[in-house]
C-alpha cells in the first residue's frame, strides 16, 4: 500500500519570476488530501511579485480547506520582496527547513 | 563614485527577455559599487517594472511592435532608472492576489514617478549608499 506523506512538500529553486509563471502555478496546486505543505523556496535566488502572487493565492486556498502551511525562505531578496509586499504576516515564514517541517509535524499531530 | 555612467538597452516585451534585462542591471550597478542589499533593492524594483510591462502593456493590441526599454544613468552617486514602453496602461482594478507590482516599487524606490501619456515610464531614483534606508 503507497501510503501518502503527512507532510507535502512542494520545492522549488532558482529565480523565480514573470518568465517561469505557468511553472510555478502548477506546482503550487494543493492535492486532494494533503493534510500539510512545506513550501521549500531555501534555493530561490530570486523572486518577483509572480511567485508571491501565486504564493499567496495558494496559501489562502490551503487557509480555506485548513491545511496547515508552512514556507522556506532564505534569500534576503526575497524575504526583502514579502516585506515590501506587505505580506510578512500573512505566511507562516521559517529560515530553516527542520524548524518548518517541526512545526507541520505539531500541525498535524494536534 | 564620481562621474556618469550609462545603460541603455532596447528589448522586446517578452518574458524571456526579462531577467538577461535585470541581470545585465545588477552588473552595471555592482560596477559601480552598489551594496548587495541595495542590489538586490534595485533589481526588484527594476524586475516589477518589466514584469508590468511584458504582462500589461501590449495585452490588448496585438499589433503594436512590443518593446520595453530599460536606462540606468549614473551620476554622482545619484542612480536614475526608467522602464518605458509604448504600449497601455492598465488601471489597477482592486483583485485580491494581484497589485503588488506598484506597490513594491514604491516601497523600494527613494523617487518613483509613473508616466502614462503615450505609452508607460516609470521613473526611479536610488543613490549610491542604501536605498531608502
Known amino acids: ?110 | 563614485m564620481n562621474g556618469c555612467s550609462e545603460l541603455r538597452l532596447l528589448q522586446e516585451a517578452h518574458s524571456r527577455c526579462v531577467a538577461p534585462s535585470r541581470h545585465a542591471l545588477r552588473a552595471f550597478c555592482e560596477a559601480l559599487g552598489f551594496g548587495a542589499d541595495a542590489l538586490d533593492d534595485i533589481t526588484t524594483a527594476v524586475g516589477e517594472a518589466l514584469a508590468n510591462v511584458v504582462e500589461h502593456a501590449y495585452a490588448d493590441d496585438c499589433d503594436q511592435r512590443r518593446s520595453f526599454e530599460l536606462h540606468a544613468r549614473f551620476d554622482n552617486g545619484d542612480l536614475a532608472l526608467e522602464v518605458a514602453d509604448t504600449g497601455t496602461f492598465r488601471h489597477c482594478v482592486p483583485r485580491p492576489y494581484r497589485g503588488f507590482g506598484l506597490r513594491i516599487i514604491r516601497a523600494i524606490a527613494q523617487q518613483m514617478t509613473l508616466d502614462t501619456d503615450g505609452g508607460t515610464r516609470v521613473r526611479m531614483r536610488f543613490t549610491a549608499k542604501t536605498p531608502k534606508s
Open chain 1, 1 to 110: 500500500m503507497n501510503e501518502r506523506p503527512a507532510i507535502e512538500t512542494i520545492r522549488l529553486t532558482g529565480e523565480l519570476e514573470v518568465g517561469r509563471k505557468q511553472e510555478i502555478r502548477d506546482a503550487f496546486a494543493l492535492r486532494d488530501g494533503a493534510r500539510a505543505v512545506l513550501v521549500d523556496l531555501s534555493e530561490v535566488t530570486y523572486a518577483d511579485s509572480t511567485a508571491l502572487t501565486e504564493l499567496l493565492r495558494f496559501c489562502m486556498t490551503a487557509q480555506r480547506e485548513a491545511v496547515p502551511i508552512a514556507v522556506v525562505i532564505r534569500t534576503r531578496q526575497f524575504a526583502r520582496l514579502v516585506q515590501y509586499a506587505g505580506l510578512a504576516s500573512v505566511f507562516k515564514i521559517f529560515e530553516d527547513p527542520g524548524e518548518a517541517f517541526a512545526y507541520l509535524s505539531d500541525c498535524v499531530n494536534a
